[in-house]
């Protein structure tokens, strides 16, 4: 079930603050608030689970994850444990539908909930409807009738990048799974079974690499597309027999048990879904001999015959860390307002999808995002906030010369932004629980600090940024303190030295320091281990060195005491 180790260390800042800047545009584009309803997921538990489940989190209750067999990441499966997330197996997804407490939204991959919307529509109350990624799981949805609210994304212009990009991962894990084998793709006769999104994408793939490709599909349409394409069609027996290379990429049954004793001796099958969905795995163990031959490729025989099943006839992309990169993102966000439409109930029942208009909305996002990095509006929104948030600050605590800062941020709208070479802002908080401190031990200065950050353009504003930089270092759920609101208890000015190995002069930190008290929804400490290894709560009572800490902490005690002699 769980695939390769990667390392969260090496995408988890770059990777994740871009891909949660992307779901919090869409989030804000269309206007989507927190609804307190339940989510339940099927999911890839790979690296753009973090960001999406993120994202999920934000518009309902992410309450239980199912885990797609063989596209599992075993840090990120760790990662999403710690977060009040229960993960199941497939085989308990009937024992929680029914203990269903309120509304919930399904999101499927494959049709994994197809078989229980009788049980669900039992109880129409608490079953909001189901949201479906995949075209094999919108065809097993198709063959009953759609008595509940229903979106599927199988058929968005959104997901053409995704489907492109999976035939190419999976091309590449078969020609690399067989080059171990000594077996050269050129020349060889490979015949694809289903000529649909993901299997043409294989067929192009393995034409470029100089295979002989041949193509079945049981829709005459999607025959024409091949042959327009230049490829050759035949029909399933003749592929069977006579190619050394077979993709099934039918999503229905692509092998019947007949099948089996057509196959060519020696041939090398794969799939580019679930085999449950191509074929009958439990004929297949009862009617052949199994044997592991080599990493990734399994033998099956009876009497004279013999054939190879690449991956044991599971998913072939995921072997070697199937990514479509920030494409997928596109797939994501249509799910995400997807199961916001059924949240909010504002879907009938049967088939529907989002409008053009609303993929549109996504893809203008996305663009923004990736293409065109931060919009004139959004740094005018954070440059905005910052200058009203000194001038809040400067009418507060009297002769601490900020308005010199005051000036210069106003002469300088990119001092939100870290590119700014000569000084930008950061936003940090102090968490204050009992009369104490919290301090992290960070890695990279070692030593104690508070925890915090630099600004994302998705923030929107300074105290949101350390609320987040806060959230991520510590894994508490924080508030702004009710006695400090969402100003700054401090603006921390301080030299940063020239850093030459990330080519970074020396410059200037405008820390705003806010405080911060726990929430009731999560109070352990769950560190973010890549960054700092280790935590203490300090009295306020303690003699502090660090000058901008020391600064912070005496107004803190100012404002407690006079609390407490009013």
């Not at 309120?102 to 109880?123: A, C, N, P, R």
């Not at 759609?146 to 212009?157: E, G, K, N, R």
Request: charged share 30%.
């Amino acid at each position: 079930m769980k695939t390769k180790k990667s390392n969260l260390y090496v995408y988890k800042k770059e990777y994740l603050n871009t891909h949660n800047i992307f779901f919090d545009r869409v989030i804000s584009e269309f206007n989507l608030e927190k609804i307190d309803a339940d989510i339940i997921a099927v999911l890839h538990l790979l690296q753009d689970a973090i960001p999406f489940t993120r994202a999920l989190q934000k518009i309902g209750n992410l309450k239980i994850i199912i885990p797609k067999p063989r596209s599992v990441n075993q840090e990120i499966f760790d990662f999403l444990s710690k977060k009040s997330i229960t993960i199941i197996n497939k085989e308990y997804i009937g024992s929680k539908i029914r203990d269903l407490k309120q509304k919930t939204v399904f999101l499927d991959i494959g049709g994994y909930f197809s078989k229980y919307t009788d049980q669900l529509i039992e109880d129409k109350l608490n079953f909001a409807g189901i949201v479906e990624d995949t075209e094999n799981g919108l065809q097993k949805y198709k063959k009953q009738e759609l008595t509940f609210p229903f979106l599927s994304v199988a058929h968005s212009p959104l997901k053409d990048n995704e489907d492109l990009l999976v035939g190419e991962a999976i091309s590449y894990s078969v020609e690399r799974i067989l080059r171990e084998q000594n077996i050269i793709i050129s020349g060889l006769n490979l015949g694809v079974l289903g000529f649909g999104k993901i299997g043409s994408s294989v067929a192009i793939n393995f034409l470029k690499k100089g295979a002989s490709v041949s193509v079945f599909d049981k829709n005459n349409i999607c025959l024409i597309q091949a042959v327009s394409q230049g490829f050759s069609i035949s029909n399933k027996d003749k592929i069977l027999s006579k190619s050394k290379i077979i993709c099934l990429a039918t999503g229905n049954n692509s092998l019947t048990d007949d099948d089996f004793g057509k196959i060519k001796n020696g041939a090398f099958i794969f799939s580019v879904t679930s085999s449950d969905d191509e074929f009958d795995k439990n004929y297949l163990e009862e009617n052949f001999k199994k044997k592991l031959v080599a990493p990734y490729i399994v033998k099956y025989s009876r009497e004279e015959q013999y054939f190879y099943l690449l991956n044991d006839g599971e998913t072939i992309n995921f072997v070697h860390g199937s990514t479509v990169g920030d494409f997928i993102l596109l797939v994501h966000a249509e799910l995400l307002l997807s199961a916001y439409k059924l949240l909010k109930s504002e879907i009938k029942i049967g088939e529907q999808k989002l409008t053009s208009k609303e993929r549109d909305r996504i893809a203008k996002v996305w663009i923004d995002v990736f293409k065109l990095g931060l919009s004139s509006q959004e740094r005018f929104k954070l440059h905005k906030n910052a200058i009203e948030l000194i001038k809040r600050y400067n009418s507060v605590f009297l002769g601490e010369n900020t308005h010199i800062l005051l000036e210069y941020v106003k002469n300088t709208p990119n001092s939100v932004s870290r590119k700014n070479k000569d000084g930008h802002f950061t936003a940090s908080g102090l968490i204050i629980k009992n009369n104490e401190v919290l301090f992290i031990f960070h890695n990279k200065l070692q030593r104690y600090l508070q925890p915090g950050g630099h600004l994302d353009e998705a923030d929107g504003s300074i105290v949101s940024a350390a609320k987040r930089e806060v959230e991520e270092e510590t894994g508490l759920i924080v508030k702004t303190h009710t006695l400090f609101g969402d100003m700054p208890i401090h603006i921390d000015i301080h030299k940063i030295p020239e850093n030459k190995k990330k080519n970074e002069s020396m410059h200037f930190h405008y820390d705003c320091m806010f405080v911060f008290e726990l929430s009731d929804k999560k109070s352990e400490i769950d560190l973010q281990k890549e960054e700092v290894s280790g935590y203490k709560w300090v009295s306020l009572e303690n003699e502090f060195k660090d000058i901008g800490i020391k600064k912070a902490i005496e107004k803190i005690k100012g404002v407690l005491q006079a609390r407490f002699l009013s």
